[in-house]
């Protein structure tokens, strides 16, 4: 058996793959909603997603506190932060109060996704996000647009579960890296392009239009999930295949279920390539949260950087769009293996640290803005390697818990806590340029963790069925999409 976990019988695997999925369009008639229409949709659900991530951090660097001089005149507020007079922490807070949401109910989507056809469940979840980002244009006060700010969070969390498995499944043999890095790349993308619609809403119209606008944005996509006709994924059984699937919505984990979810949650911390993955992606999600919160501010108190939002929004666009493709690209033509993207993972980290950590050491601002944009597109070439690791290191039936095991990690003990203590280091140091040099310095421990990784028996677990009536590629059953 080789590393994909496919029988070797002197055969051609691509060739028996085309073979048969070639005997299957004979039994089941193409969906219309063929893959790359799939990628297409998802690309665009996460690009709306990090627009609304980017719009609350546009509010941190366009937003302000009220203020009174000592002849006590008062100048407004403006922003979130003026409206409900926040402190500096609470604002940071806004930025991950979406986290407590997804730290919830990411296991129990992931759990449900075995009751519950996973299209379906994406559905549930936009429908939620939309529901929750009205609230925050409606909301009042510091505490009730933080409770929106969760199920902003709980919604997103059948997404971020099931999407890129779909993705996976669906991506050509040898293009798997280079989808996922489509898909991921609409995150530094999404970012950018949040910081740039923030700053342009609000400077003509309220903060809260921003978030109405976002769910009239969004408001398609999550009905799209009800009325098209319901979609596989691998390692889970199909809905006609007996009664381990169902399309109740109203299914939720039972304690056999939350019995099955502690036991998966255990084969996932006993797997020491999914954990060192996992700890190295912790450590890199450290540095780019706080960078995608604090950069431009930092940017604009070092290199006094006129609308500083909009030239950091514009630099992670280009090395966010470029640096995550090249990754995917680049791992497809080395071949992509585990190994592989390991060995891709510690260099490209180890190198666009070095220039990202060089670049704050320059008084100038056009050498800072040239050494930090080369070091942003190294950086960014991780995204599809990480989580190719991420879906191939594990069965397919683990592959959604995993998934949201990885968002859930990355945020709790990456981006959630970074933003918050940058700032207090800042307000210890008060000087922006250590501040990011420390900062900076976290991505060479991110490197280092990914280098281990190289040395670890890895096998791809891709095609290794994990469940007894799972959807494979070599079934009987008609594959998820067909191309039209």
Sequence with gaps: MDVDG???????PRIMERDSDASKVNIAQPSWFSPKKLLFVFCVVNLINYIDRGAIASNGINGSRGSCSSSGTC????????????????????????????????????????SVNPFRLIG???????????GCGLSFDFWSITFCRMFVGVGEASFVSL????????????????????FYMCIPTGYALGYVYGGLVGSVLPWRAAFWGEAIIMLPF??????????????????????????????????????????DLKLLLGDKVYVTNILGYIAYNFVLGAYSYWGPKAGYNIYKMENADMIFGGITVICGIVGTLSGGVVLDFMDATISN??????????????????????KSMYAFLAL????????????GPVNFIVLHCVKPSLRPLAMAMSTVSIHIFGDVPSSPLVGVLQDYVNNWRVTSLVLTFVLFPAAAI???????????????????????????????????
């Design 124 to 134: 549930i979840g936009l429908s939620i996000w939309t529901l929750a980002v009205i």
């Design 75 to 114: 100048s407004a507020g403006s922003g979130i932060q003026g409206d409900f007079n926040l402190s500096n922490f609470e604002d940071g807070v806004l930025s991950s109060a979406f986290m407590v949401g997804l730290l919830v109910a990411s296991p129990i989507f992931a759990s449900v996704a075995k």
């Design 163 to 182: 999407a890129a498995p779909f993705i996976d499944d669906n991506a050509p043999r040898d293009q798997k890296s280079a989808w996922l890095a489509m």
């Design 450 to 484: 990914w280098c281990i990784g190289i040395f670890l028996n890895s096998v791809d677990r891709y095609n290794e069925d994990s469940e007894p009536d799972a959807v494979t590629r070599e079934s009987t059953i008609a594959p998820l999409l067909e191309e039209a």
């Design 341 to 362: 993207a390991f060995k891709l993972l510690s260099v490209s980290t180890f190198i666009g640290a070095l220039f990202c950590f060089v670049a704050f050491c320059f």
């Design 6 to 12: 496919e029988v070797d019988r002197g055969q051609n």
């Design 222 to 263: 999550a009905v799209l999930g009800f009325v098209i006709k319901p979609l596989h994924l691998k390692g889970f059984a199909p809905d006609d295949a007996g009664k381990t699937r169902t399309d109740n919505l109203n299914a939720l984990p039972t304690g056999d279920g939350f019995s099955s979810v502690m036991k």
């Design 372 to 383: 930090f944009a080369v070091g942003e597109l190294l950086v960014f070439a991780t995204q």
